[in-house]
């Protein structure tokens, strides 16, 4: 009796957890697996390889916005990325690629923005092999268990003290202390291809996995208003590629007429944002 009525319970939680995973499959307003080759054209190619956290310039319904204070938990998250930063275990770019590109569009939407960071941690931890996915699988469990008897708050409870002198770190840590980031990088990105005033357009590059350049940016004409340091481009960063050679960064204005057809405000009124060289070139 115990047996078949724990069968049944199952069977209604398997059948909630399938129906709400049933509708976070891939948004396509179809339902569909696998495509065939030759029904991936280009527009559909760039459509799936769009990166999620390039959201600017989409078709959206009016939201309110609200001020909300940080609950401890976010807090507590952002402070855990400032210190990995700080102890070299990555930079600030691969949490962005980690926490904002990589979970997919469904994730990026539907996480609380924290919530990404803290899959940023998780996924970084095990990554650098500085733990293993089944340690944290355990881990995981028995938090929770700690939560369903009652425990609140939960407070940190760690196993054990690790040997940080065996931990492998990056250089950026050491190279940007008293400097800070950017400076670090000063002198050694070579001349600035661009000056003040320069009329540029930003390229139309193929995104693959990560940029930090807007899609509504690409393709538009704009002016350099300042040159603004040297670093590792987004693209290089993210990946913890320091071996690459830093570039310049600008910042570019454009005229908001010539990013929204429909713009319907003054005609004088521009946008700013900072772009890295390899997305500029030469109006002319």
């Known amino acids: 009796?115990?047996?078949?009525?724990?069968?049944?319970?199952?069977?209604?939680?398997?059948?909630?957890?399938?129906?709400?995973?049933?509708?976070?499959?891939?948004?396509?307003?179809?339902?569909?697996?696998?495509?065939?080759?030759?029904?991936?054209?280009?527009?559909?190619?760039?459509?799936?390889?769009?990166?999620?956290?390039?959201?600017?310039?989409?078709?959206?319904?009016?939201?309110?916005?609200?001020?909300?204070?940080?609950?401890?938990?976010?807090?507590?998250?952002?402070?855990?990325?400032?210190?990995?930063?700080?102890?070299?275990?990555?930079?600030?770019?691969?949490?962005?690629?980690?926490?904002?590109?990589?979970?997919?569009?469904?994730?990026?939407?539907?996480?609380?923005?924290?919530?990404?960071?803290?899959?940023?941690?998780?996924?970084?931890?095990?990554?650098?092999?500085?733990?293993?996915?089944?340690?944290?699988?355990?881990?995981?469990?028995?938090?929770?268990?700690?939560?369903?008897?009652?425990?609140?708050?939960?407070?940190?409870?760690?196993?054990?003290?690790?040997?940080?002198?065996a931990v492998p770190r990056n250089r950026h840590h050491v190279e940007a202390v008293g400097k800070g980031d950017p400076q670090c990088f000063d002198g050694l990105a070579g001349d600035a291809r661009f000056a003040v005033g320069d009329a540029v357009v930003v390229r139309e590059l193929p995104t693959i996995f990560y940029t930090r350049t807007q899609e509504y940016l690409r393709g538009k004409p704009g002016t350099v208003v300042r040159v603004s340091y040297e670093s590792l481009a987004s693209e290089d960063e993210a990946f913890d590629r320091e071996d690459q050679r830093p570039e310049w960064f600008y910042i570019v204005r454009f005229k908001m007429t010539d990013l929204w057809a429909p713009y319907a405000g003054p005609p004088n009124d521009t946008l700013q944002a900072e772009i890295s060289e390899r997305w500029l070139q030469p109006a002319s």
Not at 20 to 38: E, G, I, M, N
Not at 71 to 86: A, D, K, M, R, S
Not at 99 to 128: E, H, S, T
Not at 132 to 143: F, K, Q, S, Y
Request: charged share 30%; with cysteine; net charge negative.
């Open 1 to 165: 009796m115990h047996s078949r009525f724990y069968f049944e319970v199952a069977i209604v939680a398997n059948s909630v957890m399938g129906d709400l995973v049933s509708q976070l499959r891939v948004a396509f307003h179809r339902l569909q697996d696998w495509a065939y080759p030759d029904e991936i054209h280009h527009d559909r190619f760039r459509a799936f390889m769009k990166t999620p956290h390039d959201v600017g310039g989409e078709p959206d319904a009016p939201a309110v916005f609200e001020e909300k204070e940080e609950e401890q938990w976010e807090l507590n998250t952002f402070v855990t990325c400032e210190v990995l930063g700080w102890r070299g275990i990555w930079t600030s770019e691969e949490r962005r690629r980690l926490g904002n590109v990589d979970v997919g569009r469904m994730l990026y939407q539907g996480f609380p923005y924290y919530g990404r960071w803290v899959l940023a941690v998780a996924r970084c931890l095990v990554d650098k092999r500085h733990i293993t996915l089944g340690e944290l699988i355990d881990r995981a469990a028995e938090v929770r268990g700690r939560a369903v008897a009652g425990a609140t708050p939960l407070e940190p409870e760690p196993r054990t003290v690790g040997d940080a002198a």
